[in-house]
Each structure stands twice: as C-alpha cells, then as structure tokens.
C-alpha cells in the first residue's frame, strides 16, 4: 500500500511564475490537507479538502493560493505569481476522515521561488 | 488562540542518556496529539498518537504522555542513539486540524 505521494519534490520557479502542487493521498483515503513550512517556522495548516469539496480554507492566504481535490486524481495546490516568500515546503497528508484519524504525511515538495 | 510550544528549542546529549521533549497546548479541547520525528530535507514520520481519552503511549524506547488539564505533553526516549537526532515535533489536532509546534532539535552524540 503506496504511502502519500507528491510530486515535485523539488520545485524551482521565477518570481510571477505559476507553481503546481501535487498530491496522491493513501489508498482509501478520502481526505487531505495541505501545510506550508516556511524556512526555520514550524508547519502550519493551509486547507482541508474532501472529494469535490473544500472543507476549511482557513489557513490558506487569501489571494493567489488555490486548492482542489477533484473526483479523479491527484489534489492540487496551486500558487499563481510566485513571490520569494512562498519558498518553502509542502506537505500534503490524507486520512480516512474518521473521528480522531491519523493523518499520513507525504514527503513534501520544496518550492524555490528565484 | 490554539498555539503549541515546545521546549526546549534544541538539545544535545550524549549517547545513552534518557531524555525528555516537552510539547504544552494552550486549548485542551483537543481531539489527540501525535509525537512526529523530521529528519533534515525528508517528510514526517509519525511516532506516537495519544487520543484525548489516554494518558500515554509507549513504543519502543520512546514514551509519550498527555496531561489535558494542564495542556502538557512530554516525550521520554530512552536509552538515546545517534540515529535518534531529529527534530521532533509535536502536533495537536483540533477538528480537522493539525497545529504545531516549532520543534526540538535533537542531537545525540556518539
């Protein structure tokens, strides 16, 4: 049973380029979130998102970030115009959804914004 | 506020010495609380989850345990290697949500 997957693992964009994020959640997983670590911060909750919907965005900067977690395939986090303060890395994680689940963690995608 | 403090920031000890991380959590209307160890460029890896209802946790020579009252977590790791240097991070889930402390980074020294 292949864990969470992300791809890129590393991601190098010039500042007002588009970065896309993916994510592969566990098999049988229905939920995932995405977090942010920024250089020498700890990780914070950007958006949790089932199958379709967004469930709490809470955490995601207001503008140019997006989220979704289509009916088929990966969840996608995307960052348009990249600035030098969005390097930093990823980390998506998924979970059944069930009350108190553990959420698995994905290796992350490094994002460097030139 | 849900914020989550660890102390201390970093550690280093000697090879084979027990040692103790501490996690405190302002807000105990917490759903569990889970130990992660990070090593330097790679993902996390979960180590230890203490639902809301339990006191502790053990595996191995690593044991974890929740005081909610007074918003406290401590890992103790046993007998420690040097492929125990990490950071360790402690999380607590609220709802949906995993907030997070800034870490320990833990060196052992052979």
């Known amino acids: 049973n292949a864990g969470v997957m992300q791809n890129p693992r590393h991601l190098v964009r010039r500042r007002g380029q588009e970065a896309r994020l993916r994510c592969s959640p566990m098999k049988g997983h229905s939920h995932v979130y995405w977090y942010r670590q920024l250089p020498e911060e700890g990780l914070k909750f950007m958006v949790y998102l089932q199958k379709e919907n967004i469930i709490d965005e809470s955490g995601m900067p207001k503008e140019r970030f997006s989220a979704e977690f289509p009916k088929e395939g990966p969840s996608i986090l995307r960052i348009q115009q990249v600035v030098r303060g969005d390097s930093a890395a990823y980390f998506c994680?998924?979970?059944?959804?069930?009350?108190?689940?553990?959420?698995?963690f994905g290796p992350g995608t490094r994002l460097t914004v030139l | 506020k849900q914020e989550v403090t660890q102390i201390p920031a970093a550690l280093s000890v000697p090879e084979g010495e027990n040692l103790v991380l501490n996690c405190s959590f302002t807000d105990s209307a917490i759903y569990n609380l889970q130990w992660f160890r990070q090593d330097p460029g790679k993902g996390l890896t979960s180590l230890l989850l203490?639902?809301?209802?339990?006191r502790e946790q053990t595996s191995g020579r690593l044991n974890a345990s929740l005081d909610k009252s007074s918003g406290r977590s401590t890992l103790y790791i046993a007998a420690s290697q040097p492929g125990d240097s990490a950071t360790y991070l402690c999380?607590?889930?609220?709802?949906?949500?995993?907030?997070f402390g800034a870490g320990t980074i833990l060196r052992v020294k052979s």
């Open positions: 203490i639902q809301s209802s339990q």
């Open positions: 999380a607590v889930e609220y709802g949906n949500k995993l907030v």
């Open positions: 994680a998924s979970s059944q959804g069930l009350a108190s689940d553990t959420q698995y």
